[in-house]
């Protein structure tokens, strides 16, 4: 039962890795396609890669001009 458990939260925490990949690569695409530069667009993943999820709300509620 142990490693059931085990294998369940590795199999999530990959889930969430991935999750967390994908909205930094979000940002960053979203960022270039609004026209921004490639220094303001690097700054907005690296919020997000280390500061999940106020980087991710702070960068929602600039990024409407």
């Keep these: 039962m142990a490693i059931i458990t085990g294998l369940i939260l590795f ?7 991935v999750a967390h990949i994908l909205c930094c690569l979000w940002a960053y ?10 220094e303001y667009a690097l700054l ?4 997000i890669l280390f500061f999940p999820l106020a980087g991710l709300i702070v960068y929602m509620v600039i990024r409407n001009d």
């Design 11 to 17: 199999l999530f925490s990959i889930a969430l890795f």
């Design 29 to 38: 695409r979203d960022c270039k396609r609004r026209g921004k530069s490639s």
């Design 44 to 47: 907005v993943l690296l919020a």
